[in-house]
């Protein structure tokens, strides 16, 4: 790949990559004989020796190298670079070409995913937790428990306390039943198991910052003995794209809308008439 690839489409690919966290990448090609040349302003504790042996470097491979404090926003950075290589091999032809083809389906379920990510609060400079799904995401049962005692800890203690970095990276050991549904390298859907359970669904809420009291009818159902359950949202339309070897969802959508919300097949939004507002007993007011 390294040998097809141009400085310009080195460019071109880290132009394309959204890159929230600023994190510096270094695209970096090996040469013919195996030779690569690291940035000076990389940490002088890397070396070329030591990334050799460590990622089993080879004649032409492109080397794409990340830092960031986090290693999580580390690798969703290097996750989104991973994609944009593989469309340029594609483009290059340095891929097989039934890899891409339509017909060539693959897909994957993805599980185990962190119930927890470490985010830095704004305001006040200091690290909290936040739901990786969202708030309503069941644990591994598995860790249940050892769940409930690092909450019980970081509920009990202020931000500011020692020892509270470390307790939000064992948190975010702890795994959720969340999943996704990847197909070809596109998400198709994605769910969870929820919890269920009342008493530990306030915890988990007051650990990510959330008001317990703003949900009050979700808790109020739990107590009357809602059972485990789950879900899980498909994404037709994504699917669709996929199958039909479309880049854009908008290809294969029955009414796709416009760059600013309006639908050209049915002319909407549009005016409505007064008889028709009657007819649903609708008023409008100014």
Not at 118 to 139: E, L, N, Y
Not at 172 to 193: M, Y
Not at 247 to 269: C, Y
Request: net charge negative; aromatic share 6%; glycine share 8%.
């Amino acid at each position: 790949f390294g040998q097809h690839l141009s400085r310009k489409g080195m460019k071109e690919i880290a132009d394309s990559v959204t890159n929230p966290h600023r994190t510096k990448v270094f695209l970096i090609k090996v040469k013919e004989n195996g030779e690569f040349k690291l940035p000076a302003v990389l940490n002088t504790n890397i070396s070329s020796s030591s990334l050799e042996s460590s990622l089993d470097v080879k004649a032409n491979d492109l080397l794409i190298l990340a830092a960031l404090p986090d290693v999580d926003d580390t690798c969703e950075v290097l996750g989104e670079f991973r994609l944009k290589c593989a469309d340029e091999m594609s483009k290059l032809g340095c891929l097989s070409d039934d890899v891409f083809h339509p017909s060539n389906i693959k897909g994957v379920w993805i599980h185990s995913f962190p119930l927890f990510e470490k985010v830095q609060d704004a305001k006040s400079h200091t690290s909290r937790i936040k739901a990786c799904h969202h708030p309503f995401t069941a644990c591994n049962e598995a860790e249940r428990g050892e769940l409930e005692t690092y909450l019980d800890s970081l509920l009990e203690e202020t931000p500011n306390e020692g020892g509270h970095g470390e307790l939000l990276d064992k948190l975010r050991q702890i795994h959720g039943t969340s999943f996704d549904l990847v197909v070809n390298g596109k998400e198709i859907g994605g769910g969870s198991i929820r919890i269920h359970d009342p008493d530990f669904q306030i915890k988990i809420l007051k650990a990510v910052g959330a008001k317990p009291d703003s949900i009050d009818h979700l808790l109020k159902a739990l107590r009357y003995g809602c059972p485990p359950h789950g879900g899980i949202a498909l994404g037709l339309d994504r699917l669709v794209s996929v199958l039909c070897g479309e880049d854009n969802i908008r290809e294969v959508i029955a009414f796709p809308k416009s760059a600013n919300g309006n639908d050209p097949m049915t002319n909407s939004p549009s005016e409505v008439g007064e008889e028709t507002l009657k007819t649903y007993h609708i008023a409008t007011t100014n």
